[in-house]
């Protein structure tokens, strides 16, 4: 899905949404220069592999926080982790660096990316920011519904503590 098809995704199936369009940005600090309306409730999203390239996930956290790629290796049980590749991110998302995020699961056919989101999230008011598959805007849905739409589709989706 492009980002056209993302908007009208959500709109015929009723996803109340707010769309914040802006200039492309390719990181958080980029991104801290555009005005948003819900600030604290902007994700970073981190694409990542195993060493075997064989089991891939999409992190999302809050923006300002970090991710210790050896201590959720540790937590989650998986095997050495680190950046999956533009190549990977293209042919397992249809993204290209900058544009990450969940509503690039859709694209993921065979549900082969583990996604797991900070649980922080949930906490009200319940938001999540994120781009629609481009790096020109910024989607504003509820987190439960991101979660029921991934869900939906058949990605495998863990609501952890970061």
């Known amino acids: 899905m492009n980002k056209q098809e993302i908007y009208n995704y959500l709109n015929e199936n009723h996803i109340w949404h707010e769309?914040?369009?802006?200039?492309?940005?390719?990181?958080m600090a980029e991104l801290s220069?555009?005005?948003?309306?819900?600030?604290?409730?902007?994700?970073?999203?981190?694409?990542?592999?195993?060493d075997k390239k064989?089991?891939?996930y999409l992190i999302t956290v809050k923006g300002d926080r970090r991710v210790d790629l050896k201590e959720f290796r540790k937590t989650h049980h998986t095997r050495p982790l680190s950046f999956a590749s533009e190549n990977d991110l293209m042919e397992l998302l249809h993204l290209v660096p900058g544009s990450v995020t969940p509503l690039g699961l859709l694209n993921d056919a065979a549900c082969r990316v583990q996604f797991f989101l900070d649980e922080a999230f949930l906490e009200t008011p319940g938001?999540?920011?994120?781009?629609?598959?481009?790096?020109t805007a910024t989607v504003w849905l509820h987190t439960e519904a991101l979660l029921s739409i991934l869900r939906d589709h058949g990605t495998s989706v863990h609501v952890v503590q970061f």
């Open 19 to 27: 769309i914040t369009e802006h200039k492309a940005v390719y990181n």
């Open 33 to 50: 220069a555009v005005t948003l309306p819900y600030p604290e409730a902007d994700a970073k999203n981190l694409f990542v592999r195993d």
């Open 54 to 56: 064989r089991t891939y």
């Open 127 to 135: 938001l999540i920011g994120v781009h629609p598959n481009e790096n």
